[in-house]
T-cell receptor, first 116, second 110 residues
Framework: NAGVMQNPRHLVRRRGQEARLRCSPM?????VYWYRQLPEEGLKFMVY????????ESGMPKERFSAEFPKEGPSILRIQQVVRGDSAAYFC??????????????FGPGTRLTVT | SQKIEQNSEALNIQEGKTATLTCNYT??????LQWYRQDPGRGPVFLLL?????KEKRKERLKVTFDTTLKQSLFHITASQPADSATYLC?????????FGAGTQVVVTP
C-alpha cells in the first residue's frame, strides 16, 4: 500500500509566479490536510479537505492561496503570485476518517518551495 | 487563544536512559492527543494516540500520559537508543483540525 505521495519534492519559483503542489493520499483515505513548516518552527495547519469539500480552511491566508480535492485525482495546493515569505516546506497528510473519532495522520515527504 | 507548548531546548541524553518530553496546552479541551516523530527533511510519523479518559498508553519503549487537569502530556522513551534521535511533536485534535506543537529535539549519544 503506497504511502502519501507529494510532488514535486522541490519546487523553485520566482516572485510573482504560481506554485502548484500535489498530494495523493493513501489508498482508502478520503481526508486530506495541508500544513506549512518553516525552519525551526512547528507545523502550521492550513486546510482540511474531503473529496470535493473544504471542511476547514481557517489556517489558509485569505489571498493567493487555494486548495482543492477533486473527485478524481490528487489534492492541489495552489499559491498564486508567490513571495519570498512563501518559502517553506509544505506537508500533506491523509487520514481514513475523522470527526467523532481521532485517527492518526499519515504524512507525505513534503514539498520544499523556494521563492527566488 | 489556543496554545500548545513544548520545550524548545534540545534534550541531550545518554544511551540507555529515559527521555521525558512535555507537552502543555491552554484554552483547549481536547478529546485526543497524539505524538509524532519527525526526522530532518521528512514528514512526521505517527507514534501514539491517547484519549482524554486514558491516563497512560504504552507502545514498546514509549509511554504517554495525559493529565487533563494539568493540561499536560508527558512522553517517555525508555532505554533510549541513538536511533531515537529526532524531533518529537505533540498534536491536539479538535474535530478534525490538528494543531501541532513546535516539537522538542532529542539527541541520544552512545
Amino acid at each position: 500500500n503506497a504511502g502519501v505521495m507529494q510532488n514535486p519534492r522541490h519546487l523553485v519559483r520566482r516572485r510573482g509566479q504560481e506554485a502548484r503542489l500535489r498530494c495523493s493520499p493513501m489508498k482508502g483515505h478520503s481526508h486530506v490536510y495541508w500544513y506549512r513548516q518553516l525552519p525551526e518552527e512547528g507545523l502550521k495547519f492550513m486546510v482540511y479537505l474531503q473529496k470535493e469539500n473544504i471542511i476547514d480552511e481557517s489556517g489558509m491566508p485569505k489571498e493567493r492561496f487555494s486548495a482543492e480535492f477533486p473527485k478524481e485525482g490528487p489534492s492541489i495546493l495552489r499559491i498564486q503570485q508567490v513571495v519570498r515569505g512563501d518559502s517553506a516546506a509544505y506537508f500533506c497528510a491523509s487520514s481514513p476518517m475523522t470527526g467523532e473519532l481521532s485517527y492518526e495522520q499519515y504524512f507525505g515527504p513534503g514539498t520544499r518551495l523556494t521563492v527566488t | 487563544s489556543q496554545k500548545i507548548e513544548q520545550n524548545s531546548e534540545a534534550l541531550n541524553i545518554q544511551e540507555g536512559k529515559t527521555a521525558t518530553l512535555t507537552c502543555n496546552y491552554t484554552n483547549y479541551s481536547p478529546a485526543y492527543l497524539q505524538w509524532y516523530r519527525q526526522d530532518p527533511g521528512r514528514g512526521p510519523v505517527f507514534l501514539l494516540l491517547i484519549r482524554e479518559n486514558e491516563k497512560e498508553k504504552r507502545k514498546e519503549r514509549l509511554k504517554v500520559t495525559f493529565d487533563t487537569t494539568l493540561k499536560q502530556s508527558l512522553f517517555h522513551i525508555t532505554a533510549s537508543q541513538p536511533a531515537d534521535s529526532a524531533t518529537y511533536l505533540c498534536a491536539l485534535d479538535s474535530w478534525g483540525k490538528f494543531q501541532f506543537g513546535a516539537g522538542t529535539q532529542v539527541v541520544v549519544t552512545p
